[in-house]
């Protein structure tokens, strides 16, 4: 379909949010878990762009839509995931805090 680069970027992202993330959970660090689930933002409009393009390629071309649908759903599992490390950010504050706080819900 096209060189994958933002579908292997969002895993990048993903994995090294979840790596700070224990560490975070791991040194009991509440600020450092805010500031990694803002990341999530990053996933989220890489995950857009993704969607986007794969859509364009679909309408372009009918023979592309398996494919397309595939690395869809790749990009959309990775979204969730990073989804997931922010709701571990969410407990790491809550156990610092003893107060259970959303932080900057997934538009999702």
Same mark, same amino acid.
């Given at each position: 379909?096209?060189?994958?680069?933002?579908?292997?970027?969002?895993?990048?992202? $993903?994995?090294?949010?979840?790596? @700070? $993330?224990?560490?975070?959970?791991? #040194? =009991?660090?509440?600020?450092?878990? @805010?500031?990694?689930? %803002?990341?999530?933002?990053?996933?989220? #409009?890489?995950?857009?762009?993704?969607?986007?393009?794969?859509?364009?390629?679909?309408?372009?071309?009918?023979?592309?839509? $398996?494919?397309?649908?595939?690395?869809?759903?790749?990009?959309? #599992?990775?979204?969730?995931?990073?989804?997931?490390?922010?709701?571990?950010?969410? =407990?790491?504050?809550?156990?610092?805090?003893?107060?259970?706080?959303?932080?900057?819900? %997934?538009?999702?």
């Amino acid at each position: 379909l096209k060189p994958l680069i933002d579908v292997p970027r969002m895993a990048e992202l $993903t994995v090294d949010m979840l790596r @700070r $993330t224990l560490d975070a959970f791991i #040194n =009991r660090d509440a600020a450092a878990a @805010r500031q990694i689930a %803002s990341e999530d933002d990053i996933v989220d #409009n890489l995950y857009d762009q993704v969607f986007r393009e794969l859509l364009l390629f679909m309408m372009e071309d009918p023979k592309t839509v $398996t494919r397309a649908t595939r690395l869809i759903w790749v990009a959309h #599992n990775l979204e969730r995931a990073a989804d997931r490390v922010t709701n571990i950010c969410e =407990r790491v504050g809550f156990i610092v805090t003893g107060r259970m706080e959303e932080i900057d819900g %997934s538009k999702y």
